[in-house]
């Protein structure tokens, strides 16, 4: 069983940044791969970008690539999406998520088989 916990979201004006974080109470695996998805108002859950536990290999939607970073840590079992240049469509609820695959990069909800259960992220112009 794995539990993912959210954090981090919140009031944030254009150009701002927030960074969130995932903290997950099972273990994660060399042949997991973690996620941040998020849902905004009147769209469809997207993927945001994904990561590869075993290395560095990583996945950015093309709305946020260049502002958006996702990173993790081993030892914490902790993973992170560093959110810079935030615009107001960056609005929407963000959820942590894991797949048991890595090949190929999952990028589908139906992948994924824990979620945390989001965290609010609000961008004011």
């Known amino acids: 069983q794995v539990q993912l916990v959210e954090s981090g979201g919140g009031l944030v004006q254009a150009g701002g940044s927030l960074r969130l974080s995932c903290a997950a109470s099972?273990?994660?695996?060399?042949?997991?791969?973690m996620g941040w998805f998020r849902r905004a108002p009147g769209k469809e859950r997207e993927c945001v970008a994904t990561?590869?536990?075993?290395?560095?290999?990583?996945y950015y939607a093309d709305s946020v690539k260049g502002r958006f970073t996702i990173s993790r840590d081993n030892a914490k079992n902790t993973v992170y999406l560093q959110m810079n240049s935030l615009k107001p469509e960056d609005t929407a609820l963000y959820y942590c998520?894991?797949?048991?695959?890595?090949?190929?990069?999952?990028?589908?909800?139906?992948?994924?088989?824990?979620w945390g259960q989001g965290t609010q992220v609000t961008v004011s112009s």
């Open positions: 990561i590869i536990w075993s290395g560095i290999m990583t």
């Open positions: 998520a894991r797949s048991n695959n890595f090949n190929p990069p999952p990028r589908k909800e139906s992948e994924f088989d824990y």
């Open positions: 099972g273990r994660i695996v060399s042949s997991n791969t």
